[in-house]
């Protein structure tokens, strides 16, 4: 995976955009609108992405119209998939952590409720 697809995506205007775009491809006034900066900061950010593989432009009529291209989308995610596990097995060790300190909780306040009783 390249830096410039991190890079691009580092940007919170640009993932604002992506998600927008989610929703199906849209012509830079609706992104404008959606994302609430100048036109020319947006085509700025589209640029960006289209570079980095993430949109996709196409003509129509005398509009252009974004839309996301899954296959940029599929390489970063087999790429994390190599990193998945090593996350997964955290959280994992952390739930079952989690479920023995509940568990050894729940033992003392029952101790205590019978001496207590």
Do not use: C
Request: aromatic share 6%.
């Amino acid at each position: 995976m390249k830096a410039e697809a991190f890079q691009a995506l580092s940007d919170p205007t640009r993932r604002q955009i992506l998600d927008v775009l989610r929703a199906g491809p849209k012509p830079v006034n609706e992104l404008v609108d959606a994302v609430a900066i100048q036109q020319s900061g947006v085509s700025r950010h589209l640029r960006i992405l289209h570079e980095a593989g993430f949109v996709d432009v196409k003509a129509d009529g005398q509009r252009r119209l974004y839309a996301l291209r899954p296959q940029r989308f599929r390489e970063l995610d087999a790429w994390l998939q190599g990193f998945r596990s090593l996350w997964e097995g955290r959280m994992d060790r952390f739930g079952e952590a989690l479920k023995a300190r509940r568990a050894a909780t729940t033992q003392a306040a029952n101790r205590g409720d019978r001496r207590n009783g």
